[in-house]
């Protein structure tokens, strides 16, 4: 079995608030978390609100095991907003769920939020100090909190929130919403995505474009880096006293492997960004081969790329079980000594007696890569080449990723020869950190810190 | 079918601290829930401490349906804290089910609470006007707020509850648990119950005895009206700078409705109590009869007093369907047209030919009473006296029932004899007010402002 | 913790035939079958018939768990069977539910059967012998495999049952249902319960009249001990050729414990049976008390009697916790020594410092009565009294019933004294076999093998 | 949203017999199933054995939907045999699950069955005429009376089923569980697939050779068509009464769509006919275009097969949902009208402004291949060419599939201009009938009838 060796995404938003009250709002959001399923797999929720009431729901779950016809029809409202995510500490699933419904003077709001605030441990202690109390170990909550602070002297939402918003260093996509009001912002770096679609006269909000076409919405455009968008019956108005205050730096990991293949962020295709990657790594990590074959699903986009570059023929060389889920049940010992291969196995009349080109996104702990090799190798290949669509990872995130131990990371800890020997494979090629901005010709610049270390600066 | 015409109780509350460590915390207080699941079957939750980490673990259903081997295998410690709830807004099940677990300036606590508090939007106000945002409707998010504000600059739990008690008006009996105490404090009028009780080396809290005998514990005493009871691996220790603060005033429907039977509330038993209140009905409110029935359960003792004192045979008239549980199926107009009865059904043999004396403990809107002397007609009895083992609720309570608004209070809008008429009793007799102080002869004095409208004052 | 120590009936019937076709034969046979939840509590189903297609769902679990508005609504048709059931055999609940829904000859049937055949090892061989294949372990398929060979050359259902009836030793009390007909039937000796009820144009045929009561329908009269009866759009016809048969033998037992109070049976109120044998064992047992209780809930109607005729004030001794289901948690051995005590509890102020009569329907295993009589002098009664309102079980039962091995029988291997001691009782009585006759007036006789060792012959 | 528009295959078959009794069989039985599951989804099953007594777990669900720890744990037994199905009819799931456990003359039996029998309903006929009852609708049940009518003179299991077989017209691969053998026969066309494993000192049966990967047991041998293999601790023998009475004909549709890429059926490898179906398809039905695409899963060998033969790109033109499952809510009106997309989406920087090809398996309604074509064209597609690498789809299935009704078939109600237009592609090409033997080299001959109306002949 394949323990899980991947970084995890740790939210995915959504919000609409529909002017015209014809859109079923609770709905639409639960087709668009199950588009975001991919950004967080652990919780899921649901808040609508009519103007005046608000509804929650959110427990542990996939979407589709969280929601049902029985209490999706409970919602009533034009508004709602959504969150799925993924927080890593199982005993604190609910507590952490999102969105966060909340009271304070003279309103309810519930905040849905993807990101992670380098200066969270700080901003909990000065709250602390002035009496509040946590529920939950989120950012969403830390915002309440400043929010409501600053909602008892100031009456309108967007502006506090902007004031809000000096305080709060890292990343941060937003969606909030009041009793008439439904608002987006973003960090002023923008390091998660964030963009804007119409449904006739509604609006919406969501992490990724792939959500706006599984509810039918049109893409607008993105929230801008430090933005603040304002939808209520009057329509849609900026906030902008944050943009342009920093160089924007979106992060180069959605593009490696958060995002879905389909959408598109900061304008750039995320499918292209990774077929690119692949070329790349075809060009300059070249090697006589037989076959690229991709690790599904995510490895896939860069091996075709690969193979394009360089001439070798693509193929199917591993094949995903699709049932397994999250009840998988693990093998004892007894049956883990049978090399029982679930979840990923080989296709030995693509890949025997053949040379391999074996495309990854990334390699974490190296295990993962280490039981494939060893599949494929089972499995007839001759050798098998293992080519990254990314440099190594070598410093950890601060910015809503889940990140294993700085020494967990296989990188940090091996030379490139000593981990490719610990995976077993016959050559390891690397994507360049120079080369990343090869991968994302639309944007301007990215945050990359992870590879190179080169942390936004607040 | 009978629509359900009964008040709620909205808490059970239960603690356990186990100086010697050789308890299973969590389990003890699994079955402390169950016997006092009658106080509350919406939501439930148990937290555990080992003196560093909680284990956290609330949802909405019955005791069994949300505990299992499965998660109660996950909490460890010494310490647990356990809450029943009936929370009477479906919606807002888990928002406010309990216990609330929180960190503060320091340090975290779990608070389980049985109350009501009378100035309690007043307390919402007046924190939110100093920042606080709320996740719940509970008294304890607002006492858990309070104690965060007091802890800032005070060193120790107890003191600050010290503090904290003189801002709050109305009912509570907490049990709060940090990392290294645990802590139980009653209201100076001491309206609901709880009870101390130990386990070898290990002191327990509970709403009511029954729990105690339920988890193999030994009473001890109750809390007392106003007193604080730290429990801590230094012993237990009391804090009573409250106590004594109000003559002691315990609700007197815990004796008639809420408690258990095999519960002693206060040195008073509330099986006596019930059984005196039938006594003296059936001495005061005699009537030729054949037979005394009572409505299961909980008007069965005093249905036995009525039989006792009048010397009219007791009889089992009606019975109640055990099966009936929380996810039944109501039935279709259709159906319910040919009067399907499942709940309660009247026993033919014991009522046919018969004048009959039916005892229940309150009305509140009289559609259940009216339902039940329509079966027991329907089967044969040729009168029915109703005799209710307490007065004519006439006010409501702001002290952790779930009262109906007062207008639907059956008693007043309706002169007795409308009553009798509506419900289709041949006669209808009421416990006095006056002889409530006959049903508890081991109190002081109580709290009768649900029938007198004499309510405590703060 | 009690163990589990009485017997179980093994089934519960039900059928209706809505000539009319105005009625949901699907919820009524639902609201039907919780009023026969008593008679099994293992698994449940239903299966109706529009004339043309049957629709079938049966599961493990009780009525409320197995059913829901989801798949009730599936159900289509003016006629339906159900059944309760208790198996024994926990693996075999799902291949063991009823009703049996089978397809032979030229038609369809669904069976649901109350009883035990006495030659059923016998028939399996024969039907073996002659290539019959065994789903289950139920009389119920034997029967449909009798009926299969029957109808290959006998165009009428009712004719081939009588045929078949002529094989058959024992007790069966049978639901059939064809496309056209509902056909209920007997056996000669009547030993299991069915009745006849009417709810406007349709007829209903259920294990107790409780079931009638529950769904609206009024008595008509029992089945008769051999009697075939057939309804269709033609209206209700009787097949007499097995009737006088044998002279009637019903079940003593379902008058002491299987029955509810509320249902009559063969004319005679369950009700009225518990009381008389109440009344027989209060003068003929009599001893000097202060209190009379029953063991909630059989025994509550014996102590009544047991009270009224011996004078000594009735009591409520033992609470029963009505929240303990299914999914009850086992308490583990830690939890175990603490005497836990869940289930059943004693109410002190009821018997503290008394000579506490305690009446129960019967002992099995004595393990029940032995842990109730503990718990009563722990909570301070200076004397226990034990009363069973049946003799001695002696005698294993091959009708139906789920026995214990023979020489799991406390009154087999202990004497009376014996058995006395072993459960710590001052005293212990029972009611005579002769007496028997006089709690059931109504009937001209009955089987109490159980008791006497005197099995009705084949 | 996508009507469902796809074939099913009806079953997959495990079994394992473990000589040395060091195995859990059932939980290898458990990952077997997972790697059957795309065989059927609706139902599954697993019987173990110890020689002794026999164990049974089926329910309608996927997998780890139906089996968890807790039931895992329940089976023992060093025999096991497991079953997945899709029934197609929603209302006897549970009815027709498999393995069918039976007792007959003398022992009890469990079989699991792949197949369909095209002397179904006259068998059903024949053995009804003969007293037999039909507890479902499966050839299983069939097979179990004809085994258990031949028992009764036949002493040993293989001979009997021997005998059996000469009754049997259609499709069949058996796995059999007596008390002491595993037996496992193929129908002499071979139809469906059926191959032997071994795990150390364990024989072990499957559907196809991806499940013995599964649980790490090697590849020895696919029982041969008309060929009986018995298990026991005696060792594996063959029993060849019925091999090689007809040449050889298995299903060209497993190879098309059913079986997993990385089986290998037959000595074909699945992934190498896909490709080589693909690369067919690329050189006789040309085009000039720019990208081709696959559907996934199934289409996507073939259009690498089709972009190495063309000399066109492959790319990821179609994204899955990997979390759609079955308790998917279906949209309500309101929404469909949004088109809302969440099974399959459109990567529009892959076809935007290009000529795209897309390949799938087969068009059964057409209703998802016209969905895609639009869903193309709205991301920017100019020319959408359709490229179905199998031939037209005109004949019924007797053969254990799940055919649609004849006249649902597009290919027969349309001609291939027409069914263009209806999809709405610039052009339509397919596989040629007389190419499928080119697309499995390996093989002396197939069954084709579902194309070229040629059925085996009994």
């Not at 978390?33 to 950004?39: E, S, T």
């Not at 492997?257 to 389909?262: E, G, K, L, M």
């Not at 000594?337 to 040379?355: D, F, H, M, P, Y």
């Not at 080449?385 to 950890?396: D, E």
Request: charged share 25%; with cysteine; glycine share 10%.
């Amino acid at each position: 079995m394949f323990a899980e060796d991947k970084l995890h995404e740790e939210c995915g938003v959504f919000g609409v608030y529909d002017r015209d009250r014809t859109l079923d709002c609770a709905r639409l959001t639960y087709y668009a978390l199950y588009a975001l399923q991919h950004r967080g797999q652990e919780t899921c929720g649901i808040v609508t609100c009519d103007g005046n009431d608000f509804a929650c729901y959110k427990n542990a779950g996939l979407v589709p095991e969280v929601f049902n016809d029985f209490n999706l029809n409970r919602f009533t409202g034009h508004m709602a907003v959504g969150h799925v995510s993924c927080t890593g500490h199982e005993d604190s699933h609910k507590q952490n769920s999102q969105p966060l419904l909340t009271r304070y003077t003279g309103d309810t709001m519930a905040i849905a939020n993807n990101g992670g605030l380098a200066n969270h441990n700080k901003l909990i202690n000065e709250l602390a100090q002035n009496g509040a109390i946590f529920h939950s170990d989120t950012d969403a909550e830390i915002i309440a909190y400043l929010l409501g602070w600053e909602r008892i002297t100031n009456g309108r939402m967007e502006s506090a929130l902007s004031q809000v918003m000096c305080r709060l260093e890292g990343a941060y996509s937003l969606v909030i919403m009041t009793q008439d009001q439904l608002i987006a912002a973003r960090d002023p770096y923008g390091i998660r995505p964030l963009c804007i679609g119409k449904i006739g006269g509604a609006w919406v909000f969501a992490s990724e474009t792939a959500a706006l076409k599984a509810v039918g919405a049109e893409y607008q455009r993105d929230v801008e880096p430090g933005e603040i968008v304002v939808v209520s019956d009057e329509g849609l108005t900026s906030v902008r006293d944050h943009v342009g205050k920093f160089k924007p730096r979106p992060c180069i990991f959605e593009y490696i492997y958060f995002a879905r293949p389909d959408s598109v962020v900061g304008g750039q295709s995320v499918y292209e960004a990774r077929r690119l990657a692949g070329m790349i790594l075809g060009r300059e990590t070249g090697v006589d081969a037989d076959i690229v074959i991709g690790v599904p699903d995510n490895g896939l986009c860069a091996a075709i790329g690969y193979s394009e570059a360089s001439g070798i023929p693509y193929g199917i060389g591993i094949v995903k079980n699709r049932y397994v889920g999250r009840t998988f049940i693990q093998p004892t010992q007894l049956i883990r000594q049978r090399n029982v291969e679930i979840k990923l196995t080989a296709v030995e009349s693509c890949v025997k007696g053949k040379r391999v080109v074996l495309v990854d996104d990334s390699i974490i702990r190296g295990t993962t890569s280490a039981n494939l090799i060893r599949l494929l190798k089972e499995a007839g290949a001759t050798e098998v080449h293992m080519r990254v669509s990314s440099p190594p990872f070598l410093w950890p995130c601060y910015f809503g990723t889940d990140i294993p131990n700085k020494h967990e990371l296989a990188a940090n800890n091996l030379s490139c020869d000593e981990l490719r020997k610990k995976i077993g494979a016959d050559s390891l090629g690397y994507l360049d950190v120079e080369d990343l901005k090869r991968i994302v010709p639309e944007l301007d610049g990215y945050c990359d810190a992870c590879f190179s270390g080169d942390y936004p600066r607040f």
